[in-house]
C-alpha cells in the first residue's frame, strides 16, 4: 500500500458537523497520527489550526501556515475519516514537528 496521508503534513479538512464548542467548519489541520497507521486505518488523528491567535494559551503551538499566522489547536485533538481530507497546503518545519511532539507529551504524557 502506499502511503498517501504522512504526519505532520497539513490538509484543509471538512470538521462539520461538530457538538458544543469542537472547532468546527473547512480548516487546515495537522495529522499527527503515526504514518503506519495512516496507511493501514481509514482515519487519521489530527490537530486544527485556527487563525484566532492565544499566544498565552500553553495548549497551542503558534506556526507560519503557509506565510500566515497560525495555532496548532493540541486542546482539540481528534480522529477524522480520511473522507473529510482535502488538498493538501503544507507540511510542518523539523523545528515545529519537534515542537509539537514535546507539546502533545507534555499535555497527555507519553
Same mark, same amino acid.
Given at each position: 500500500?502506499? =502511503?498517501?496521508? *504522512?504526519?505532520?503534513?497539513?490538509?484543509?479538512?471538512? %470538521?462539520?458537523?461538530?457538538? +458544543?464548542?469542537?472547532? *468546527? *467548519?473547512?480548516?487546515?489541520?495537522?495529522?499527527?497520527?503515526?504514518?503506519?497507521? !495512516?496507511?493501514? %486505518?481509514? &482515519? $487519521?488523528?489530527?490537530?486544527? =489550526?485556527?487563525? /484566532?491567535?492565544?499566544?498565552?494559551? #500553553?495548549?497551542? =503551538?503558534?506556526? @507560519?501556515?503557509?506565510? @500566515? +499566522?497560525?495555532?496548532?489547536? $493540541?486542546?482539540?485533538? #481528534?480522529?477524522?475519516? /480520511?473522507?473529510? %481530507? /482535502?488538498? *493538501?497546503?503544507?507540511?510542518?518545519?523539523?523545528? !515545529?514537528?519537534?515542537? %509539537? #511532539? /514535546? =507539546?502533545? &507529551?507534555?499535555?497527555? +504524557?507519553?
Amino acid at each position: 500500500m502506499s =502511503l498517501k496521508f *504522512k504526519k505532520y503534513d497539513i490538509y484543509f479538512a471538512d %470538521l462539520n458537523p461538530t457538538i +458544543g464548542s469542537e472547532i *468546527k *467548519k473547512v480548516r487546515p489541520v495537522v495529522i499527527i497520527s503515526q504514518n503506519e497507521m !495512516n496507511t493501514y %486505518l481509514e &482515519t $487519521v488523528v489530527v490537530c486544527p =489550526l485556527t487563525s /484566532k491567535l492565544h499566544p498565552q494559551w #500553553r495548549s497551542r =503551538l503558534q506556526i @507560519k501556515c503557509p506565510n @500566515k +499566522g497560525a495555532e496548532i489547536a $493540541v486542546d482539540q485533538i #481528534r480522529t477524522i475519516s /480520511k473522507k473529510r %481530507l /482535502k488538498n *493538501k497546503i503544507d507540511t510542518l518545519s523539523q523545528a !515545529n514537528s519537534a515542537q %509539537l #511532539r /514535546k =507539546l502533545i &507529551t507534555d499535555m497527555y +504524557g507519553e
